[in-house]
């Protein structure tokens, strides 16, 4: 048997995620690797840290990149604040609410759970009616952008309502950060954390995260230690701390972490704000394409998510063989339906880089001649 390097072809990513990575953050992966505590490093993690700050528009100091995929800043948050025999709200209306719940679980702590209809805004009513139930809850956890069903959530009044409770908010915004806005100080989140794949457009691997004055005082007055040493925010903040102090917990993925920061530069550069409206730009002219086609989306509007649009597949229509022969003839990638929606529904991703004209124009193009075989 002999083996060969491996050379995979060049895809456009529309799925919902990893998403098409920016040329410049391919080309960051190549630079040499440097120690990581080597000075040069320690002084790119301090601008990473900046740039992160920017992007979550926080002055959290506690705001840093957790070694892992956006899974892992999911489970960062609940193991460091959530401990065993608390009570959490959290907001279930597609798969990744379901996720935070089952971290819930495994934690041992009690979980309300508010479900909303797959396809819908996270309903403002039953949380408000869920608090009033139950005042004694300390967190309310909910996700902002749910990938899995393309609606948004109102994170700003949800935030608001548990700060009011005196509860502490955990937000997922995975897919929300870069492509709608995410205001971490402004609204009040304590805990966020989200994903280098989506909108920041940098290759999988990476789970940006902050944590609140309020999460890191309930962090410190925790009564057990965090179940998970790697996951411990305690122990990784020694090494993400000013200079001088940074000493060995794991050996930092160098190059991914350049990859971010180079992503985070060219998201910096771009403005958030502008990158906020190119998403809703390539969302209304991806639209009004998959309209003309004749496809509904699932997700009502006023809640749709600009970066990942969920659309039913038609009736007749074999969803395996569409996804395959855009794959094949086309390079080009979409998502297929998650959990409840799986085999029913589509999920076009326009994040990041992913978000331009050409990608667009390409896949409204291959799915007409797709449906119309
Ligand atoms: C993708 C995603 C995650 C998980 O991120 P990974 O990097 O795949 O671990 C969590 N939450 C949401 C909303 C996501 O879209």
Redesign the pocket.
């Known amino acids: 048997m002999s083996f060969h390097s491996f050379i995979p072809p060049r895809r456009t990513l529309m799925g919902?995620?990893?998403s098409d990575v920016y040329p410049n953050v391919l080309a960051a992966l190549s630079r040499p690797t440097l120690g990581h505590l080597d000075p040069l490093f320690i002084g790119m993690m301090d601008e990473l840290k900046a740039l992160l700050q920017y992007a979550f528009q926080t002055r959290n100091p506690m705001t840093l990149a957790i070694s892992?995929?956006?899974?892992?800043?999911?489970e960062a948050c609940f193991v460091n604040l959530v401990e065993p025999g608390e009570k959490v709200i959290v907001c279930r209306n597609?798969?990744?609410g379901g996720?935070m719940l089952e971290n819930i679980k495994r934690l041992g702590a009690e979980a309300v759970v508010v479900d909303t209809p797959w396809g819908r805004a996270v309903e403002l009513d039953k949380v408000k009616a869920a608090i009033s139930a139950h005042p004694d809850a300390k967190f309310l956890a909910f996700?902002?952008?749910?990938?899995?069903t393309g609606a948004l959530s109102d994170a700003k009044a949800l935030c608001a309502m548990a700060r009011e409770a005196g509860m502490l908010s955990i937000v997922?915004?995975?897919?929300?950060l870069g492509g709608v806005p995410v205001k971490v100080d402004e609204w009040g989140i304590d805990a966020i954390?989200s994903?280098?794949?989506?909108c920041l457009s940098c290759v999988?691997?990476?789970?940006p995260v902050s944590f609140s004055p309020a999460a890191v005082e309930k962090i410190k007055n925790r009564r057990s230690p965090v179940q998970s040493w790697f996951l411990d925010q305690s122990l990784v903040m020694g090494y993400w701390e000013g200079a001088g102090k940074r000493s060995y917990h794991h050996t930092a993925p160098v190059n991914a972490l350049y990859a971010l920061h180079e992503a985070l530069v060219q998201l910096h550069s771009e403005g958030l704000e502008q990158s906020w409206q190119r998403h809703r730009q390539m969302h209304e002219r991806l639209a009004e394409g998959l309209g003309a086609l004749g496809l509904d989306f699932i997700v009502p509007q006023g809640e749709r998510l600009p970066q990942?649009n969920t659309v039913t597949i038609p009736q007749g229509i074999d969803d395996a063989a569409v996804r395959a022969t855009l794959l094949n003839d086309y390079n080009l990638e979409i998502g297929a339906g998650l959990g409840d929606f799986a085999g029913k529904a589509w999920r076009i991703g326009l994040m990041g880089y992913g978000a331009r004209r050409e990608n667009v124009t390409l896949c409204l193009a291959a799915l007409a001649e797709v449906l119309n075989k």
């Open positions: 919902p995620g990893p892992a995929p956006g899974s892992a800043g999911m597609g798969v990744f996720r996700v902002h952008a749910e990938t899995s997922d915004a995975v897919t929300s954390y994903g280098s794949q989506k999988p691997g990476l789970s990942l």
